[in-house]
């Protein structure tokens, strides 16, 4: 099902990305509204993704594929029974993610058997690919599946735990807490959620603790992507008819 995604400011002054066609850049834009789940993963099949993203544009989308695997955005796995998708890398870094949402990807039920297939330049970047994105085993392509290499989410760092717990403006749950910020690291970036929490501590300034969530509560729900609620507007005696009495 198709959905809604955001683009960053800085995707567009992004050096690897300046260096890709229009075209390509549009591709990858639209690759993402059409993915199997909030992981990145995208049906691998060009003939679809042309008409769902360029439909009435005279390109090659394999072309266009080939560009943004030789940049390494984005790469071909394959599960046990040799099915191929499309994975989108460092995708969950980047989007709004709710973790209420229960996938039904076919690439995100096979998690553990999916292999990478290298491309012509994108191998070396691959093995570089940030811990917190989609564990992938990766192989070389037409050598069977000897030397796999397997990546896994590591948990979150005591230095960030601890920061996190620091600012965060109820002390009530640490230990769900740690278990809960550990699960948010998987679907967001640790500054995201100490902006989240800078935002909620200017929220609850003042008021009473007991109106603020626990921090496992207020992590699990996603709520770092809360919009700041507008400062409280004191009530102006005059218009009640109080100014003169």
């Not at 439909?55 to 599960?79: C, K, N, S």
Request: aromatic share 10%; with cysteine.
């Amino acid at each position: 099902m198709a959905r809604i995604r955001t683009i960053k400011p800085d995707f567009w002054t992004d050096g690897k990305i300046v260096q890709l066609s229009a075209f390509a850049r549009l591709l990858y834009i639209g690759m993402w509204n059409f993915t199997l789940c909030d992981h990145g993963h995208v049906a691998d099949d060009s003939f679809k993704l042309k008409l769902q993203i360029l439909p009435g544009d005279a390109v090659d989308v394999d072309a266009l594929l080939g560009e943004l695997f030789d940049a390494g955005r984005v790469v071909r796995i394959t599960d046990a029974a040799g099915r191929t998708y499309l994975h989108v890398k460092r995708f969950e870094e980047h989007q709004k993610i709710d973790p209420r949402w229960k996938t039904r990807c076919p690439a995100c039920a096979q998690q553990g058997s999916l292999e990478a297939v290298e491309t012509q330049a994108s191998f070396s970047e691959l093995t570089e690919t940030p811990d917190r994105s989609p564990t992938l085993s990766l192989g070389k392509e037409g050598k069977g599946r000897e030397s796999k290499k397997t990546s896994s989410k590591p948990s979150a760092s005591t230095d960030e735990f601890d920061a996190f717990w620091g600012e965060y403006p109820r002390k009530v749950g640490k230990e769900a807490a740690k278990k809960a910020f550990a699960k948010a690291l998987r679907l967001t970036s640790y500054g995201t959620i100490m902006e989240g929490v800078g935002n909620l501590r200017m929220e609850v300034a003042g008021k009473d603790p007991k109106f603020t969530p626990h921090a496992a509560t207020w992590l699990n729900a996603g709520r770092w992507d809360d919009e700041p609620e507008p400062p409280t507007q004191a009530i102006i005696p005059a218009a009640y008819g109080w100014a003169n009495r």
